[in-house]
């Protein structure tokens, strides 16, 4: 399989992770987890002879999901997601050092070189072209808040100032982030939704099954302890 279109599935089962409401409380099979049984699923398909990682026939709804070149905007997401988390921290250092706290001037600095390699390096003009529209408004949007944020970052001068842009950062990361990962969705084929629904109800079955077990050895250990006590 393409790897654009293996790291597109991977993202879109974290999503689907974490949009899904169990019944049950237990820990969300991880990222990892995931992907290694992604991985492990479409290692053991048949494959065409003379062509390697590649599924031997899909239908035509998968062939559309996955043909996409969607490497450069989830990748932008993710320049974005970490300029949220160093503006947020920044954040915290100048609420009690001041603006010119050297923790606050190192993240903003780091912030603006996220900024710099998602406009110079994931959305350069050779990738963007040759997006579906959907795709494309999304990779404007991104870089158009990419551009607001440096300039910015660049003028910012108080407190409030950068609270304003974290603000800014986080909401139009998550709008940019959360239609990305839905229209994604809506691509997967019949097949391919089946498998994420099976994979995390097989996970969430496993971990209710672990936390089943440990309550269980620890009311054990409570009872004999109490019992030794007692004697």
């Known amino acids: 399989m393409d790897p654009n279109a293996i790291e597109g599935m991977f993202s879109l089962l974290a999503w689907a992770v974490s949009m899904r409401k169990p019944s049950i409380s237990v820990d969300m099979p991880t990222v990892a987890d995931l992907e290694a049984d992604v991985r492990g699923i479409y290692a053991s398909e048949p494959r065409a002879p003379g062509i390697s990682e590649v599924p031997r026939s899909l239908p035509e709804s998968s062939e559309k999901a996955t043909a996409i070149p969607t490497g450069c905007v989830p990748c932008s997401i993710g320049h974005l997601g970490t300029c949220s988390g160093l503006l947020n921290e920044a954040m915290r250092f100048a609420r009690s050092d001041g603006i010119q706290s050297e923790e606050v001037i190192s993240r903003c600095n780091m912030c603006l070189d996220e900024l710099n390699a998602l406009e110079r390096v994931d959305l350069r003009p050779e990738l963007i072209h040759g997006l579906p529209d959907w795709e494309k408004q999304l990779a404007d949007k991104a870089l158009a808040l990419s551009r607001e944020l440096r300039h910015d970052l660049e003028g910012v001068s108080s407190i409030d100032g950068l609270e304003g842009i974290t ?4 909401g139009t990361r998550q709008q940019i982030g959360s239609a990305w990962f839905k229209e994604r969705l809506n691509r997967l084929s019949p097949e391919q939704r089946k498998m994420v629904e099976e994979k995390l109800q097989q996970k969430l079955t496993l971990d209710q099954a672990k936390k089943v077990a440990a309550a ?6 409570e009872s004999r302890w109490d019992s030794q006590e007692k004697t």
Do not use: C, M, S
């Not at 603000?167 to 986080?170: D, E, N, P, S």
């Not at 269980?216 to 250990?221: M, Q």
């Open 167 to 170: 603000a800014k950062t986080q």
């Open 216 to 221: 269980e050895a620890a009311k054990e250990v």
